[in-house]
């Protein structure tokens, strides 16, 4: 059974920043000494003791929103791969989605994809269940002990993953007894924009019209749509990558614990817009497209407003290959998992929100949302997921440091100031200051149901 003392952490969990040590015992959080005095004589010498004066201990992060891209995409992104990059990000949990090959929307499909994680990642995990125009039945067999939602495309997507008949969106509400996440996008919307900007500039368009016809209206129709049907049908509703300060309109001010709409917040949605298509092109493709400043700053403060509710990355990568191309060739998303936290981190010291804030959205409120069982607090009794921190110097992100399999990333020359130095999953020390563990300690990710 492994064991640890980390000594002297500056901890930031639930709503407080103070001094503390931690003891690991097995899997889980075994002590929590808030000073020194309280440690029992001798413990130092009877466990191994990280001397941790000067760095900040979080909860591990719950990036409730990736594409790790296996089965069938492996040659951008893998889970040993990109469960690597979580664990540098101080990330100890991942949700992934279900636009892989075969795309995740049976239950032979998803039980495939929990193998191949238990053989290969680093990282706990969970695997969504897609939602497609006559899967319902399939959807009502799942044990949702184990899936953290349903994913539903009401927006475009690949295959047959785009739900766009009525009569099966209405079942969908009505029938699940799951929380429902869903990318909203009006499809309408988009169509028609498309066509006008093509008829008025061409079909060749550069990356910058990409917010010009994915704009904030095909957010805002599609976004209320679901809100409309699940306020009808009294569902459980998420709402992935909220991107426009029109839909903040849609969400309530209240205690998690109270809603049943629930939103997302996605990093690069409140790092980047729209200036920034000029210098970067397709590397901040994504869907939805970032957008203006003032949707920009309007997330942020509704990160602090709690109308958003957690912070995710949609990590996504493509190879640099698949980047290329005008606005509709190039492929949509990015790799952000490894970043996400040190970017949040940052806003944090730019005043945009606390740290106990930023604790809270990629921490906390994953594990209350998605009723995660014994994660996403420093806890006595809990999994020891924690991430060691430590805060410097300006350093610029390099693409020497990148980790995820396509090997480049948007955020590479921003200014950071904070380095993840060291990530525990399940109490084992699973990454230290650019070096993984052999061994595998991580595990499937239950739910509260």
């Not at 990015?334 to 921490?363: D, H, I, N, R, Y």
């Not at 590479?412 to 525990?424: A, I, L, Q, S, Y």
């Amino acid at each position: 059974m492994q064991k640890c003392l980390i000594q002297n952490a500056t901890l930031v969990n639930e709503g407080k920043v103070f001094k503390a040590s931690v003891l690991i015992e097995g899997e889980h959080i075994s002590r929590i000494f808030t000073d020194e005095a309280s440690i029992p004589r001798g413990i130092s010498e009877q466990y191994p003791c990280i001397q941790a004066e000067g760095y900040y201990l979080f909860p591990g992060a719950i990036d409730s929103h990736v594409h790790f891209r296996e089965p069938g995409l492996t040659h951008k992104a893998d889970m040993l791969s990109e469960s690597r990059a979580a664990l540098a990000g101080g990330v100890t949990s991942f949700f992934d989605m279900p636009n892989t090959k075969p795309q995740t929307t049976s239950l032979s499909a998803w039980e495939q994809k929990t193998v191949l994680a238990g053989e290969h990642s680093m990282a706990n995990y969970a695997f969504y269940l897609g939602a497609t125009n006559n899967n319902l039945s399939e959807l009502l067999k799942a044990d949702y002990r184990r899936i953290p939602a349903v994913k539903l495309f009401m927006g475009a997507s690949t295959g047959n993953m785009l739900v766009d008949e009525s009569s099966a969106i209405s079942e969908l509400f009505s029938g699940l007894p799951a929380l429902i996440a869903i990318h909203a996008e009006s499809e309408s919307v988009i169509k028609k924009n498309k066509e006008r900007y093509v008829a008025k500039a061409g079909s060749e368009l550069p990356v910058s019209y990409h917010s010009l016809i994915r704009d904030a209206e095909a957010c805002y129709q599609s976004s209320a749509q679901a809100v409309e049907l699940a306020t009808k049908y009294d569902s459980r509703l998420h709402i992935l990558h909220h991107s426009t300060e029109r839909e903040l309109s849609l969400l309530q001010n209240k205690e998690l614990e109270e809603k049943k709409i629930t939103a997302e917040v996605c990093v690069h949605h409140m790092w980047f817009d729209d200036r920034n298509y000029d210098r970067l092109g397709a590397a901040i493709k994504w869907n939805p497209s970032v957008k203006s400043e003032a949707d920009k700053l309007a997330l942020r403060m509704a990160i602090n407003s709690n109308l958003i509710d957690v912070v995710s990355t949609d990590h996504s990568p493509h190879l640099w290959s698949e980047k290329e191309g005008n606005c509709f060739k190039a492929a949509s998303g990015a790799p952000s998992v490894q970043f996400g936290l040190v970017l949040m981190l940052e806003l944090s010291a730019q005043g945009a929100f606390s740290l106990s804030t930023v604790v809270e959205k990629m921490c906390h409120a994953p594990a209350r949302l998605f009723r995660i069982a014994k994660r996403g607090f420093i806890r006595e009794g809990y999994y020891a997921d924690l991430v060691l921190l430590k805060p410097g110097a300006a350093r610029k992100i390099s693409k020497e440091e990148i980790i995820s399999k396509c090997g480049w990333s948007p955020y590479e020359g921003e200014d950071v100031h904070w380095r993840v130095d060291k990530t525990f999953v399940n109490g084992s020390l699973a990454y230290d200051r650019g070096h993984f563990a052999q061994e595998k300690a991580a595990m499937a990710v239950e739910f509260i149901v």
